[in-house]
């Protein structure tokens, strides 16, 4: 939000939107004219392979910058975003961007920071996307999930944002069933559970953090 606080701060014209379950902010192809902030909610960025398949890149927390991550347009957008929750994203124009980072050093700072972000969240994909079995894919998945989304429940921590299997899948490179059959394993072995709302718990983050270093 350092960057979001900058450009307000300059003066540059900032753009808001709401947007609702499953609505789309941009998708892959369309012109790269924007930055965006995602200022409320969570959502989901994703790339389309083999037809209808998605592989998600990273479920996106409130306070993160998403887009191409350059201060220019360069052609157009090599992913997709979709509002996973009702979401509020802040949007500047690229154009008027590139005018002010000429102006003013301090806003050129706080987008490294932005960009920052942007390469920790790859380099997140590329670990968990790098361990060869399905059981591993989907407890780094999980894992990553529960530091980002987590909130402490009795030793517990339960993942505030809604997960379907589908949506584990396609984070995970694996099929609908092939996850729902890991889910089940993971409860029978104390280390999920459903929550309220079908939220999922993790009963015992060590131990499933635990999978993906013994594999």
Same mark, same amino acid.
């Given at each position: 939000?350092? $960057?979001?606080?900058?450009?307000?701060?300059?003066?540059?014209?900032?753009?808001?939107?709401?947007?609702?379950?499953?609505?789309?902010?941009?998708?892959?192809?369309?012109?790269?004219?924007?930055?965006?902030?995602?200022?409320?909610?969570?959502?989901?960025?994703?790339?389309?392979?083999?037809?209808?398949?998605?592989?998600? /890149?990273?479920?996106? =927390?409130?306070?993160?910058?998403?887009?191409?991550?350059?201060?220019? /347009?360069?052609?157009?957008?090599?992913?997709?975003? =979709?509002? $996973?929750?009702?979401?509020?994203?802040?949007?500047?124009?690229?154009?008027?961007?590139?005018?002010?980072?000429?102006?003013?050093?301090?806003?050129?700072?706080?987008?490294?920071?932005?960009? $920052? *972000?942007?390469?920790?969240?790859?380099?997140?994909?590329?670990?968990?996307?790098?361990?060869?079995?399905?059981?591993?894919?989907? $407890?780094?998945?999980?894992?990553?999930?529960?530091?980002?989304?987590?909130? *402490?429940? =009795?030793?517990?921590?339960?993942?505030? /944002?809604?997960?379907?299997?589908?949506?584990?899948?396609?984070?995970?490179?694996?099929?609908?069933?092939?996850?729902?059959? =890991?889910?089940?394993?993971?409860?029978?072995?104390?280390?999920?559970?459903?929550?309220?709302?079908?939220?999922?718990? /993790?009963?015992?983050? *060590?131990?499933?953090?635990?999978?993906?270093?013994?594999?």
């Amino acid at each position: 939000m350092f $960057a979001l606080s900058r450009l307000k701060e300059a003066g540059v014209r900032l753009s808001e939107r709401r947007f609702e379950v499953g609505e789309a902010i941009y998708t892959r192809g369309d012109p790269d004219r924007h930055l965006y902030f995602l200022t409320e909610g969570a959502l989901k960025l994703y790339k389309d392979y083999g037809g209808h398949k998605e592989a998600i /890149v990273t479920l996106l =927390e409130e306070g993160n910058v998403f887009g191409e991550p350059a201060p220019l /347009v360069r052609g157009t957008h090599r992913d997709s975003a =979709e509002a $996973a929750v009702r979401s509020r994203v802040a949007s500047v124009g690229k154009a008027a961007l590139e005018h002010h980072l000429r102006r003013d050093p301090r806003l050129t700072l706080a987008l490294l920071f932005a960009y $920052a *972000q942007w390469v920790q969240r790859r380099e997140r994909t590329i670990v968990r996307l790098a361990h060869r079995d399905n059981r591993s894919r989907l $407890a780094s998945s999980l894992s990553e999930l529960a530091d980002r989304f987590g909130e *402490q429940r =009795e030793g517990a921590v339960a993942i505030e /944002v809604p997960l379907t299997h589908r949506t584990l899948a396609d984070m995970a490179a694996s099929s609908r069933v092939g996850v729902s059959k =890991e889910m089940g394993r993971f409860r029978r072995e104390g280390l999920i559970e459903r929550g309220a709302k079908g939220r999922i718990v /993790v009963l015992d983050k *060590q131990r499933l953090a635990g999978i993906t270093r013994s594999r």
